[in-house]
């Protein structure tokens, strides 16, 4: 058992340590990041309910089953503690801090969902599922966060918009990836390998752009000398 803990928890403790030290300017508290991570694990056992129950009294076709039952089920839970729990923090200062706690609480979900995973079909799945699920939520989170710190810092009409893409975006990309984990067995590399690579590629681009801008009520602060 403790080599499937061991498997199932390393990938996401590496991703999480690779975001957290990409901080740029001042790295967030262990011990909010971690009880955000402990919020996302906590989170899978309602998502578990509430995804046997609508699976259990409906019959849901795949397109319903990777778009809403896991993807806007999932990324709405994690969204919503997110903002409740980091989000309306005073240590949330900086556009980047919605990167650290969206993405602690993504792999906080992705460690334990993993733990049940490999105690079910093996260790030998430990690979493949760092590559594919638990990096999956973690650039979710990247996504989700950027687009919260983009929020944070914004008022008006732009904040609105910022929160609602911190949400829709992450939906969105997680049902497609869940759609093409459903569709096909045979095939999945073709389709995932390339799915993937822009994930990454589109998750490291937020990092860079959060990480090259600053809390503008801080300038404004240090300007006047308040």
């Not at 989170?43 to 778009?67: H, I, N, R, S, T």
């Not at 089920?73 to 729990?85: H, I, P, Q």
């Not at 918009?161 to 992450?170: D, G, K």
């Amino acid at each position: 058992m403790l080599a499937v803990i061991s498997a199932a928890v390393a990938p996401a403790i590496a991703l999480l340590s690779f975001f957290y030290l990409k901080d740029k300017y001042e790295t967030e508290p262990l011990s909010l990041v971690v009880k955000v991570y402990i919020f996302g694990v906590l989170l899978v056992f309602p998502v578990m309910v509430l995804q046997f129950g609508f699976k259990e009294e409906m019959d849901v076709p795949l397109f319903a089953d990777a778009f809403f039952v896991s993807g806007t089920l999932e990324e709405f839970l994690k969204w919503f503690l997110v903002f409740y729990g980091a989000y309306l923090h005073e240590e949330f200062n900086e556009p980047y801090d919605g990167i650290v706690y969206a993405t602690a609480l993504s792999l906080g979900f992705a460690s334990l969902e993993n733990i049940f995973y490999l105690y079910t079909f093996g260790i030998e799945e430990a690979l493949i599922r760092a590559l594919l699920p638990v990096s999956g939520h973690a650039l979710f989170g990247v996504i989700m966060g950027f687009y919260l710190g983009k929020g944070k810092f914004s008022t008006g009409k732009k904040k609105v918009i910022y929160l609602s893409l911190s949400l829709i975006i992450p939906v969105l990309l997680h049902g497609i990836f869940n759609s093409l984990l459903l569709s096909s067995t045979k095939y999945i590399f073709f389709y995932m390998f390339p799915f993937m690579i822009f994930l990454w590629w589109f998750a490291l681009r937020k990092v860079r752009i959060a990480n090259s801008s600053l809390n503008p009520y801080r300038n404004a602060d240090a300007k006047t000398g308040i």
